[in-house]
């Protein structure tokens, strides 16, 4: 099951560094299996993602290695949700469309969007970036939504699959370009 999930952790780094939703160094994914969290290493590049960058948490022992910076927020969806990966990104839209809507959410104006992602929550907490507070947040929203905006950060994603997660991320960067198309 190691390769399996490796494997496609692997892919689905290359794909969001190929849709333009993560910088060379910006990111990070996991997936559960069991009592156990594959995820992205610290300060890995997603485009050039190798197995030795991919690291397994047994979640009943000590913390071993450096995980992502974000290993805090991967650990408590997991520990809220029923959720089987994690996608986390910063799409450039999407990141722009926080900074320019007031209100606590998102509605996609496109069909894609309404139909895949719903209201997407924007989560505005003083420490956006790998902290307890950013941890509670992401993790109670995905508890009902697939994805959580956190306001001049990025995205999280969570589903049943790591390509989904990804997917919806795309597809949030997708519907934000069109928002912001549509306001220029």
């Given at each position: 099951?190691?390769?399996?999930i490796v494997?496609e952790i692997?892919e689905?780094?290359?794909f ?12 990070n ?5 069991k ?5 992205t290493?610290s300060?890995?590049p ?9 690291l397994?948490?047994n ?12 290993f ?5 969806v997991y ?5 089987r ?16 809507l007031?209100?606590d959410?998102?509605e996609?104006?496109d ?24 941890a ?6 995905l ?32 519907s934000?370009?069109?928002w912001k198309?549509?306001?220029?």
């Amino acid at each position: 099951m190691r390769k399996k999930i490796v494997r496609e952790i692997l892919e689905v780094g290359r794909f969001l560094f190929d849709a333009g939703v993560v910088e060379y160094f910006s990111g990070n994914l996991s997936v559960r299996w069991k009592n156990k969290i594959f995820i992205t290493r610290s300060g890995s590049p997603l485009p050039l993602l190798r197995p030795q960058d991919v690291l397994e948490v047994n979640l009943n022992e000590p913390l071993v290695g450096r995980p992502s910076s974000e290993f805090i927020v991967h650990k408590a969806v997991y520990e809220k949700t029923d959720r089987r990966a994690v996608a986390h990104a910063h799409p450039p839209s999407v990141v722009f469309l926080a900074f320019n809507l007031k209100g606590d959410y998102y509605e996609p104006i496109d069909n894609e969007g309404k139909l895949l992602l719903g209201k997407v929550p924007i989560l505005r907490v003083e420490r956006p970036s790998a902290s307890p507070e950013l941890a509670k947040a992401v993790s109670e929203t995905l508890k009902e939504f697939p994805c959580a905006i956190v306001y001049s950060h990025g995205v999280f994603c969570a589903s049943d699959s790591l390509k989904k997660a990804a997917g919806l991320i795309t597809t949030l960067e997708f519907s934000a370009k069109i928002w912001k198309g549509i306001r220029d």
